[in-house]
């Protein structure tokens, strides 16, 4: 399925007005402004320069929408697909369903993440292109640096809303419903960092709905006793990342106004940044208790995250940028560990039954 949605956007991005130039920078930026100005650094901002294959193939023209869409850069589809990965784990497991049904459900999200993704990242740059501007990092974007017009901007955002309406019509009434009820999060959320301190909460609460719609795909509704406390630990988790990664734009945010948690948080990001660790471990904690998982899970996602976490809060210097991205990198591994604990469970208990 994933090959025919992906030729389709290839012949409509071929259909439309022909471009200059490709222009766009491959990473997406969560804003950020408050009480500290910090220093600049004179490291360079860690993005890659081009497309690599297969995408680099494709087209020219096809260029800006791909860097729209974030297409080259899998972290931000990646950090949406691991909630879904952690609850159908977690569902198979509890409700002792077959492996094929567990891989299926977990290939799906991969393609419904990368969609949902690249819808959100359009949205984000339609509202943010006069702040990306003003931004070191992002005012390469095709919207920003006008490699491409809102007009068309909005005729590819269209085609994505398409092909993800038509992923997510293939589930169960009650996650097509749950699913549809976290669009306008997508659209206020470029709006928040306007206004709060506190966009990444706000990024959370979307980020990491695959926490409760990967449970409701195998079993509508979810059981809240877990899929709860796990949506808890990925909106904790969210915080913890995307607060490093917007300490990448503290000093141009702070010019911009701009407002984020990095800002607000300024000096006292480890201690408040190691409480929400704390948070999204005993929600972690209290998953494996509530699903009855066994020792790798615990091992795996709630030991190693802890180790992970730590060591990253420890090793972080926050006026560093590629410092910072590293530590943003490391949460995904954060991420995977997770993934590998509810998986190892999930195989273990299927090898022993």
């Given at each position: 399925?994933s ?9 409509y ?16 930026s969560?804003?950020?402004t ?27 023209t ?5 860097f ?7 972290a ?9 990965a952690?609850?159908?784990a977690i569902a ?8 094929s049904?567990?891989l ?5 999200f991969v393609v419904?993440s990368?969609i ?27 919207l920003?640096?006008?490699?491409i ?24 009434r009650?996650?097509?419903?749950l699913?549809a ?33 990967g ?10 006793a877990?899929?709860?406390p ?7 988790w969210?915080?913890?990342y ?5 300490h ?18 300024a000096h006292?990001t480890v201690p ?5 660790s ?7 904690a ?36 590629e ?7 490391a949460?995904?591994q ?9 998986w ?8 022993l039954a």
């Amino acid at each position: 399925m994933s090959s025919a949605l992906f030729g389709l956007s290839t012949s409509y991005l071929r259909s439309l007005l022909v471009q200059k130039h490709a222009a766009g920078t491959p990473t997406s930026s969560t804003p950020s402004t408050a009480p500290s100005s910090p220093a600049r650094t004179s490291i360079p901002l860690p993005q890659p320069k081009g497309l690599k294959w297969p995408l680099s193939t494709l087209p020219r023209t096809t260029h800006p929408y791909l860097f729209l869409a974030r297409l080259d850069n899998p972290a931000g589809t990646l950090l949406l697909w691991l909630p879904c990965a952690w609850s159908v784990a977690i569902a198979a497991r509890k409700l002792d369903a077959p492996p094929s049904t567990a891989l299926y459900y977990t290939l799906y999200f991969v393609v419904g993440s990368l969609i949902s993704h690249s819808m959100g990242c359009t949205v984000n740059d339609m509202v943010d292109r006069d702040l990306d501007r003003l931004v070191e990092r992002t005012k390469s974007r095709p919207l920003a640096s006008g490699a491409i017009s809102m007009s068309q901007a909005f005729a590819f955002l269209l085609l994505e809303v398409a092909i993800w309406l038509a992923w997510l019509a293939q589930f169960n009434r009650y996650t097509v419903l749950l699913g549809a009820a976290c669009i306008p999060l997508v659209i206020i959320y470029p709006f928040m960092k306007r206004h709060t301190y506190w966009p990444q909460a706000v990024l959370g609460i979307a980020f990491n709905w695959g926490a409760m719609a990967g449970y409701s795909a195998i079993s509508a509704p979810p059981a809240w006793a877990v899929a709860g406390p796990l949506y808890a630990a990925g909106w904790c988790w969210t915080i913890i990342y995307d607060t490093i990664y917007a300490h990448q734009d503290k000093a141009d945010d702070l010019h911009a106004g701009i407002k984020s948690t990095a800002l607000l948080f300024a000096h006292r990001t480890v201690p408040i940044l190691a409480a929400f660790s704390t948070g999204m471990l005993v929600c972690l904690a209290y998953v494996g208790w509530a699903a009855g998982l066994g020792l790798a899970y615990y091992a795996l996602a709630v030991v190693g995250s802890a180790l992970l976490l730590g060591r990253t809060l420890l090793v972080t210097d926050w006026d560093d940028r590629e410092s910072c991205w590293r530590g943003f990198n490391a949460n995904v591994q954060v991420g995977l560990l997770v993934t590998a604990g509810v998986w190892a469970d999930y195989a273990l208990d299927k090898l022993l039954a």
